[in-house]
């Protein structure tokens, strides 16, 4: 189970980042629960952060070792 706080890893593209909170999304006439996390882009000195949502089954818990800072 994620929690906020907790690293993940996005099983189709490779982000990685920080869970930062929860949403949801209606498929199929059900409500599906998502992950909101917040993604660290490493492009040398020039960092920028982005939140990216999807799936909660799209995410993954990953070790903070493997995980990108994220300022």
Partial sequence: MLTVGDCAIHQKTGESGVVIGYGH??????YQ??????ISNQNGSDQTNLVKEDLYSEWSKTDRNEQVTVN
């Fill in 33 to 38: 629960t998502t992950l909101k996390v917040l």
């Fill in 25 to 30: 999304e209606l498929v199929n006439n059900a």
